[in-house]
């Protein structure tokens, strides 16, 4: 009796143990879902290199654009390391960042942080965030930018320019400093304005707009709009324009009024426009005074 019921036992156990193995099994193999949630979440943190190339429908390529990532398959693509090129008649603009966001449904590039455009020509763009807008062949900012190319330094808060960099808007708050090889005087000539400035570096030209202030050696020159015009081979200011309210003042504080002055770099001679007055100082010469001209070397 007593051996019969350790025989049944033991049988019981081995059916209890045999059912838990197989139960272990099914839910650990069989399944496959240990493994399995494993594999996902070292994917999920896998980091990949991303490349695109966008191409018009002439052929033409608009847009490289490449950087590490961690959802390459997405739509908006969140990247680090990025490094764009931003084609226009095939010459690349190189632009760097340390993180950016691709949209692949628009093309359009979101960059920020220590963001550098250089063109071919050595124009160098330097903002925290920029927008690059393939299609359109611009690109934009809201933030401070700082644009330097030739002799030439121009800082601003926001603006828009084509892909070379060749036309740039700035929208306000502009500073430009023009570096002087003057061996009489270093002194830069520096220009500001309320904004905007509209500078066409292919065509040699700045147009600045409301509260333009310029001052070099010589004196101040103030106006509602001052236009320069560059010589493209010296890079040398060739004439300025400068309209409303003009007032140039010397060193001495010797002052001149008028409606419009025009300065003819190359003859040394400044037209006057308008209604004008002339405030001297006594003891002063006018002749020696001089008239300060931005840029003037």
Same mark, same amino acid.
């Given at each position: @009796?007593?051996?019969?019921?350790?025989?049944?036992?033991?049988?019981?156990?081995?059916?209890?143990?045999?059912?838990?193995?197989?139960?272990? !099994?099914?839910?650990?193999?069989?399944?496959?879902?240990?493994?399995?949630?494993?594999?996902?979440?070292?994917?999920?943190?896998?980091?990949?290199?991303?490349?695109?190339?966008? !191409?018009? *429908?002439?052929?033409?390529?608009?847009?490289?654009?490449?950087?590490?990532?961690?959802?390459?398959?997405?739509?908006?693509?969140?990247?680090?390391?990025?490094?764009?090129?931003?084609?226009?008649?095939?010459?690349?603009?190189?632009?760097?960042?340390?993180?950016?966001?691709?949209?692949?449904?628009?093309?359009?590039?979101?960059?920020?942080?220590?963001?550098?455009?250089?063109?071919?020509?050595?124009?160098?763009?330097? =903002?925290?965030?920029?927008?690059?807008?393939? =299609?359109?062949?611009? @690109?934009?900012?809201?933030?401070?930018?700082?644009?330097?190319?030739?002799?030439?330094?121009?800082?601003?808060?926001?603006?828009?320019?084509?892909?070379?960099?060749?036309?740039?808007?700035?929208?306000?708050?502009? *500073?430009?400093?023009?570096?002087?090889?003057?061996?009489?005087?270093?002194?830069? *000539?520096?220009?500001?304005?309320?904004?905007?400035?509209?500078?066409?570096?292919?065509?040699?030209?700045?147009?600045?707009?409301?509260?333009?202030?310029?001052?070099?050696?010589?004196?101040?020159?103030?106006?509602?709009?001052?236009?320069?015009?560059?010589?493209?081979?010296?890079?040398?200011?060739?004439?300025?324009?400068?309209?409303?309210?003009?007032?140039?003042?010397?060193?001495?504080?010797?002052?001149?009024?008028?409606?419009?002055?025009?300065?003819?770099?190359?003859?040394?001679?400044?037209? @006057?426009?308008?209604?004008?007055?002339?405030?001297?100082?006594?003891?002063?010469?006018?002749?020696?005074?001089?008239? @300060?001209?931005?840029?003037?070397?």
């Amino acid at each position: @009796m007593i051996k019969r019921f350790l025989i049944i036992s033991l049988i019981v156990l081995f059916v209890y143990v045999g059912f838990l193995s197989f139960k272990l !099994y099914v839910g650990a193999s069989g399944s496959g879902l240990g493994p399995a949630v494993e594999n996902v979440q070292s994917e999920a943190h896998k980091v990949y290199s991303f490349s695109f190339s966008k !191409y018009a *429908t002439s052929g033409k390529k608009e847009l490289e654009i490449e950087g590490d990532t961690a959802n390459i398959l997405a739509k908006i693509v969140t990247l680090n390391n990025v490094i764009a090129k931003a084609y226009a008649d095939d010459n690349p603009v190189t632009i760097t960042s340390d993180e950016g966001v691709f949209d692949k449904s628009t093309s359009t590039v979101h960059l920020a942080n220590n963001v550098v455009a250089t063109t071919q020509e050595g124009a160098r763009l330097i =903002t925290n965030k920029l927008d690059i807008h393939p =299609t359109e062949k611009s @690109m934009d900012t809201e933030d401070k930018i700082s644009v330097k190319k030739d002799n030439i330094d121009v800082d601003g808060q926001g603006a828009r320019g084509d892909s070379q960099l060749k036309k740039v808007q700035f929208h306000k708050n502009v *500073t430009v400093v023009i570096q002087s090889d003057d061996p009489k005087s270093n002194v830069p *000539t520096v220009i500001t304005c309320d904004g905007p400035l509209d500078l066409h570096y292919e065509q040699n030209i700045a147009h600045f707009n409301k509260n333009v202030v310029a001052t070099d050696h010589r004196g101040k020159l103030t106006a509602d709009h001052m236009d320069v015009f560059y010589d493209k081979v010296t890079r040398r200011v060739d004439h300025i324009v400068a309209t409303g309210n003009v007032v140039i003042t010397t060193p001495e504080g010797n002052a001149t009024y008028a409606d419009d002055v025009t300065y003819l770099a190359k003859e040394g001679r400044v037209i @006057m426009g308008g209604s004008t007055e002339a405030v001297y100082f006594p003891g002063t010469n006018p002749e020696a005074g001089g008239v @300060m001209i931005p840029g003037e070397k």
